[in-house]
């Protein structure tokens, strides 16, 4: 291999893993965004609910770069197999992150519509944390296995999904109940759905990441091989 061949390779490793950091600095954001979200709903906190919406402007800030790094990767390096998949992987999993962070923001926005007709603290809220750190277990672990470059921890994800979506069923069932029973806390039950269902979004993203993420890997689909086990 030539000079200017090594020169390639090693300029597109680090471009690689410039990427592979940026995602990685984007992922440690919506996570903690959805942890204080979580928190400032558990406490009524809205001066923490009005940082959450703030510092999503740093996720977005990321994104961007993410997107004009991998474009330039791809313009500048022309990256062929394997090297092209990790780019574009990283180029869309940028943008899922930017999107869980918009569903950490919106549970955050309504912090202040529960709490602020002064009725007392709804017990069923003390489910919903549960499944929010479910929720961004699946991010970090996902976005661990992209950077390890891991396809069965990507598929663990993607498979960890059904259980998500049953604790998201056990809580809207709860939630229904209670409202019908309690008439008075429609308002802030309905809220309260409207953060499940958040919550549920992000795990279903994660999921979408996995899939790009087992697909950079491997060149297959998790759709392939789930058809396959079958």
Same mark, same amino acid.
């Given at each position: 291999?030539?000079?200017?061949?090594?020169?390639?390779?090693?300029?597109? =490793? @680090?471009? *690689?893993?410039?990427?592979?950091?940026?995602?990685? @600095? +984007?992922?440690?954001?919506?996570?903690? $965004?959805?942890?204080?979200?979580?928190?400032?709903?558990?406490?009524?906190?809205?001066?923490?609910?009005?940082?959450?919406?703030?510092?999503?402007? !740093?996720?977005?800030?990321?994104?961007?770069?993410?997107?004009?790094?991998?474009?330039?990767?791809?313009?500048?390096?022309?990256?062929?197999?394997?090297?092209?998949?990790?780019?574009?992987?990283?180029?869309?999993? %940028? %943008?899922?992150?930017?999107? *869980?962070?918009?569903?950490?923001?919106?549970?955050?926005?309504?912090?202040? &519509?529960?709490?602020?007709?002064?009725?007392?603290?709804?017990?069923?809220?003390?489910?919903?944390? /549960?499944?929010?750190?479910? $929720?961004? #277990? +699946?991010?970090?672990?996902?976005? #661990? $296995?992209?950077?390890?470059?891991?396809?069965?921890?990507?598929?663990?994800?993607?498979?960890?999904? /059904?259980?998500? =979506?049953?604790?998201?069923?056990?809580?809207?069932?709860? &939630?229904?109940?209670? +409202?019908?029973?309690?008439? @008075? /806390?429609?308002? @802030?039950?309905?809220?309260?759905?409207?953060?499940?269902?958040?919550?549920?979004?992000? %795990?279903?993203? !994660? /999921?979408?990441?996995?899939?790009?993420?087992?697909?950079?890997?491997?060149?297959?689909?998790?759709?392939?091989?789930?058809?396959?086990?079958?």
């Amino acid at each position: 291999m030539g000079t200017g061949a090594e020169h390639t390779v090693k300029a597109f =490793d @680090q471009d *690689i893993g410039e990427l592979r950091g940026l995602i990685s @600095q +984007m992922g440690g954001l919506a996570e903690q $965004a959805i942890h204080d979200a979580m928190k400032a709903l558990a406490r009524g906190d809205t001066e923490l609910a009005k940082e959450v919406r703030e510092k999503d402007k !740093a996720i977005d800030a990321i994104e961007a770069e993410v997107e004009r790094l991998a474009v330039r990767v791809i313009a500048l390096r022309a990256p062929m197999a394997d090297d092209l998949r990790e780019v574009v992987a990283a180029l869309k999993i %940028g %943008g899922v992150i930017e999107r *869980i962070g918009d569903y950490a923001k919106n549970i955050a926005k309504r912090v202040p &519509l529960i709490h602020s007709d002064g009725s007392e603290r709804i017990e069923v809220v003390s489910i919903l944390p /549960t499944m929010a750190r479910m $929720a961004s #277990d +699946m991010v970090r672990d996902v976005l #661990d $296995a992209f950077s390890a470059r891991d396809a069965a921890a990507a598929e663990d994800v993607w498979r960890s999904d /059904t259980a998500l =979506d049953d604790f998201y069923d056990s809580i809207f069932r709860t &939630l229904v109940t209670f +409202m019908i029973e309690n008439p @008075q /806390t429609i308002s @802030q039950v309905s809220h309260l759905l409207f953060v499940a269902k958040n919550i549920e979004r992000i %795990g279903d993203h !994660a /999921t979408n990441v996995a899939e790009m993420v087992y697909f950079a890997a491997t060149g297959s689909t998790l759709a392939d091989r789930t058809e396959s086990d079958a």
